[in-house]
């Protein structure tokens, strides 16, 4: 893939995407942005999405915001890698970004549902994937009622749809590891850990 007169010294056949999927309440994005912090060369892939931002978004750091109409025009130009529709919204990780980060040898995250990681993995066969459980179904209620962003129905509906997306991970088989998220700094420790094995195995396998 690496077109040898556009190689920078830089770059190194290091180049892995890390997947990182889990229901939300699971904690996946502390756990994505601990180990985006921790390992060097890594970078979040920042996905176009029409859902409305919320006061906790920055954007062009968590997502682009973009309207229908913008979000269609970049689809039709083949500019997403991937795209899903959540909750009624769509979300697109983009795909030259993508691509060009793992020339340069990065550790490329993106933390995308089940549907966006049977479709990255269909393309990108080599591509890593950590799937985040919570550890009971107690505990993900629990965290989804005490982020207090939404009314009881829509947590019913989030924590409905969250043992769905579980179901759909596991019978998939499309993610190399499941990671219970208890303790969160653990977590992140034991994700690093993982990434960087893998990291090291492939190393081995190409010397
Ligand atoms: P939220 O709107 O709560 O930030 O994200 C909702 C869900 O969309 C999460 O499961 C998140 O991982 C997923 N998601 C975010 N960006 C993308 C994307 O580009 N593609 C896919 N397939 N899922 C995404």
């Not at 269909?122 to 799937?131: E, G, H, L």
Request: with cysteine; net charge neutral.
């Amino acid at each position: 893939m690496t077109d040898a007169t556009h190689r920078l010294p830089t770059d190194t056949d290091d180049g892995l995407v890390l997947i990182i999927s889990g229901p939300s309440g699971a904690g996946k994005t502390t756990i994505t942005r601990g180990v985006e912090r921790a390992i060097p060369g890594s970078v979040f892939s920042v996905s176009a999405t029409t859902r409305p931002k919320t006061s906790a978004d920055v954007e062009g750091v968590d997502y682009h915001f973009v309207d229908d109409e913008e979000f269609e025009r970049m689809k039709s130009n083949a500019e997403f890698l991937e795209t899903a529709g959540i909750y009624g919204k769509k979300y697109g990780t983009p795909r030259a970004w993508v691509m060009e980060q793992i020339k340069r040898g990065r550790l490329v995250i993106l933390e995308i549902d089940v549907q966006g990681a049977i479709s990255v993995k269909s393309q990108i066969p080599d591509a890593y994937a950590i799937f985040i459980l919570p550890p009971s179904e107690e505990a993900l209620l629990g965290r989804l009622r005490s982020r207090k962003r939404e009314d009881e129905d829509v947590i019913q509906r989030r924590f409905g749809q969250a043992k769905r997306e579980i179901d759909e991970a596991r019978s998939c088989a499309m993610y190399n590891e499941f990671l219970v998220n208890d303790v969160v700094d653990d977590s992140i420790r034991r994700a690093i850990d993982l990434v960087n094995a893998e990291r090291a195995r492939r190393r081995a396998a190409r010397a």
